[in-house]
């Protein structure tokens, strides 16, 4: 169990290999009142390729992700209907695929051929575009929604890094808040564009881009210094984090934020032993989820819904987090396990966490999760190796 199943790979150009390899289920992950989460390892791209990591997932259950090789090289794949498809790369030596939308439009990051250059790209149909860039190096996407506009950032030609919106072709540069840097994280289908930049007065604020304009979110007061707005709705509900300017070991303070119709609004912590809180996704009801870390160093998920903080809890250790939620309030992030060291891969839902498994390794860790009770994610083997995964909740 865990191990690959031999495939014998036809000699065919790597650009266009289709296989089965992997898709072996395994034994039960986890248990709920509505069946039992059955993870299946996706396998590699074949032999040489030892790793595995699936980044997105969508409704139709395709899953996107990249594959390496033991000295380092990666691949792009798509797996769909047990089959795993080399998306090649721009010329270069390596690949990986960050995102898929409904169209099955994927964007990721390739190497170039010489001068090797990382640059984003969009596949479609067989084939890979390069994005191009905003003058400069390099470029990397963040996002794509379902009319297949993708955000991200690029160097320019002056050397300064700015977000960037491509369409139809063409990337433009969404420009700053005044200062050389900026990052385009996340865009909706209505084409709202979030981020963060630096000011003129080199601070970092998130940003709202929309009708051609950038707009300045600011921060939750006084006492907070800079801001970074990593989610947004189709009803423009924007999440993120606004800071201080106190940093320790455990990093920079800050609190959770909604923003919404002009205002940003602190979503708080749990409460007095809570200093800090992070937002990181926001579904269509304006559900947030992120975590909120204490004095101690204990983090836990929590999610904010209807003006109310609920802990989501953990696994049994000191360690846990919120990645992902999705319009059904399922939520998936990681939690280390009592009596262990790594973190595990969890889906909350109403009320419980459920603990979905490794492929006989140490750890796991979810990417994304879909509407029809699918996650998919990493997990390692009994041999250490880290592989793509589907988790499947079965009735």
């Known amino acids: 169990m865990g191990r690959l199943p031999h495939c014998a790979l036809a000699a065919v150009a790597v650009l266009a290999l289709g296989t089965a390899c992997g898709s072996k289920a395994r034994a039960p992950a986890g248990t709920t009142a509505r069946g039992h989460w059955e993870i299946t390892d996706l396998g590699t791209l ?47 030596r390596d690949s990986g695929a960050a995102a898929i ?23 479609q149909d067989g084939r890979m575009t390069d994005l191009g860039t905003l003058g400069g190096r390099s470029s990397r996407p963040r996002a794509i929604n379902e009319r297949g506009q993708v955000v991200g950032e690029s160097f320019t030609a002056g050397g300064e890094v700015h977000p960037f919106l491509w369409q139809n072709g063409k990337m433009t540069d969404l420009g700053t808040l005044g200062g050389p840097l900026g990052y385009a994280l996340a865009i909706n289908d209505s084409g709202q564009v979030v981020g963060q930049s630096k000011t003129a007065s080199g601070k970092v604020h998130a940003f709202l881009w929309q009708h051609g304009r950038m707009t300045d979110l600011g921060t939750l007061g006084a006492a907070y210094t800079d801001s970074s707005a990593v989610a947004i709705n189709d009803r423009g509900q924007v999440t993120g984090t606004s800071y201080t300017a106190v940093v320790t070991q455990n990093g920079q303070h800050g609190h959770a934020f909604l923003w919404q119709k002009g205002r940003m609004s602190d979503l708080g912590t749990l409460g007095r032993a809570y200093s800090d ?52 309030g399922q939520v998936i992030g990681v939690s280390v396990p009592a009596g262990r060291a790594s973190v595990h891969a969890f889906l909350w839902q109403d009320g419980r966490m459920t603990d979905l498994g490794t492929l006989g390794g140490a750890e796991s860790d979810p990417s994304a999760l879909n509407e029809h009770d699918q996650v998919v994610g990493l997990a390692s083997t009994a041999r250490g190796k880290g592989h793509a995964v589907l988790w499947t909740l079965k009735g």
């Open 277 to 328: 809180s992070d937002g990181v996704a926001i579904n269509g009801r304006g559900e947030v989820v992120g975590s909120n870390l204490a004095a101690s160093g204990r983090r836990h998920p929590v999610l904010w819904r209807n003006g109310k903080v609920t802990d989501l809890g953990s696994l049994g250790g000191d360690f846990s987090a919120a990645a992902a939620i999705n319009e059904r």
């Open 101 to 123: 939308n409904e169209r099955g439009q994927i964007i990721g990051g390739s190497l170039t051929a010489r001068p090797a250059r990382s640059h984003g790209f969009i596949w």
């Open 46 to 92: 074949g032999p040489g390729y030892t790793t595995s990591i699936a980044s997105a997932i969508n409704e139709h259950g395709e899953v996107v992700g990249g594959s390496g090789t033991a000295n380092g090289t990666q691949h792009a794949f798509l797996w769909r209907n047990g089959k795993t498809t080399d998306l090649g790369t721009l010329g270069g």
